[in-house]
C-alpha cells in the first residue's frame, strides 16, 4: 500500500482508510493463533465483496484490529455489523467446541456489542493536515 495512491470514481479522488478493533464479549481471551488466521480470511472475503481492501489485519487472543480501505458509498455502521455477524456465524460453527468453554449460552457469543472505529491518515499526520488547511492563501 503506497500512501499516495488515490481510489477513484467518475467524480471523485479519495483515499479511506479505517482501524477497526473488535473485542470478544467478556473480553475472553478465547482466540487462538488458527482462529486469528482464520479471522483474517473471513475479513478479507467479506470486505471484498463490499468493495473494500483489507490493508492489514492482527490479533490477541481477546481482540482483533482491522486496518480497511474503502469507497465514500459504504455506510461504515452496515459494513461493521456485517463484518462482526459473518465472522461470528463461522467461528461459532467451525469453533464450537473451543468455544463452549468461554460462553455457556447454547448459541456461544462472539463479539463484544460495541467496537471502535478510527480514521487513518493517508501518509499526513492530523498537524500536518491542519497546518496546511490554515495555511492556505486567502484569495484576493
Not at 478465547?30 to 492482527?58: A, G, Q, Y
Not at 480497511?68 to 456485517?82: G, M
Request: contains cysteine.
Amino acid at each position: 500500500m503506497t500512501t499516495t495512491r488515490l481510489k477513484t470514481r467518475s467524480n471523485s479522488a479519495f483515499r479511506l482508510i479505517y482501524h477497526l478493533v473488535l473485542v470478544t464479549k467478556f473480553r475472553n481471551e478465547s482466540l487462538t493463533n488458527e482462529m486469528v488466521d482464520r479471522l483474517n480470511e473471513i475479513f478479507r472475503e467479506t470486505l471484498h465483496k463490499w468493495d473494500c481492501e483489507l490493508v492489514e489485519f492482527n490479533g490477541e487472543s481477546d481482540h482483533i484490529h482491522i486496518l480497511f480501505e474503502t469507497i465514500p458509498s459504504i455506510e461504515l455502521s452496515r459494513l461493521v455489523n456485517n463484518l462482526k455477524t459473518v465472522s461470528s456465524r463461522l467461528m461459532r460453527k467451525e469453533y464450537e467446541q473451543h468455544l463452549k468453554q468461554f460462553y455457556c449460552s447454547p448459541k456461544p457469543m462472539f463479539w463484544a456489542s460495541s467496537y471502535a472505529l478510527i480514521t487513518v491518515g493517508a501518509g499526513a499526520t492530523l498537524d500536518k493536515l491542519l497546518k496546511y488547511v490554515k495555511n492556505q492563501e486567502k484569495p484576493d
